[in-house]
């Protein structure tokens, strides 16, 4: 195997990472998986987990989050939309970090859901 045989298996191997780290994202954010016994328990982890999502996209230098996150989910059968809405600050003018964050949910009708 040569240099460029190497190198091209890289960047094979790069394309099927990201494509089944997107299928798996995909597979997780899907309503049917996110269904909660009470719209309490889906609030409080909805809402920190998108918190993380936030943090997650602020890692490293100049990268900044989405100023809104939205998340799918069901309680008792009925379909809700989450949404974080964020507000970042940086230090060192280059480091973002999420500074607030405000967590709402809303009623979907069945014909909005997916």
């Known amino acids: 195997m040569n240099i460029e045989q190497l190198k091209q ?4 191997a790069k394309a099927s990472l990201a494509a089944a780290e997107q299928a ?4 997780e954010s899907a309503p049917e998986q996110n269904v909660f016994p009470s719209l309490e328990e889906a ?10 999502f936030a943090f997650d996209d602020c890692q490293g230098a100049y990268n ?9 989910f069901i309680v008792d059968g ?8 964020c507000e970042y600050n940086r230090h060192d003018k ?4 999420l500074e607030e964050s405000d967590f709402s949910y809303k009623k979907l009708d069945i014909d909005q859901a997916g």
């Open 43 to 52: 609030e409080g982890v909805l809402e920190e987990r998108m918190q993380g």
């Open 94 to 97: 280059t480091y973002y970090y």
């Open 9 to 12: 298996n890289v960047e094979t």
């Open 78 to 85: 009925v379909h809700y939309l989450a949404t974080l809405k």
């Open 24 to 27: 798996l994202t995909a597979f």
């Open 64 to 72: 900044r989050g989405q100023d809104e996150y939205e998340q799918e």
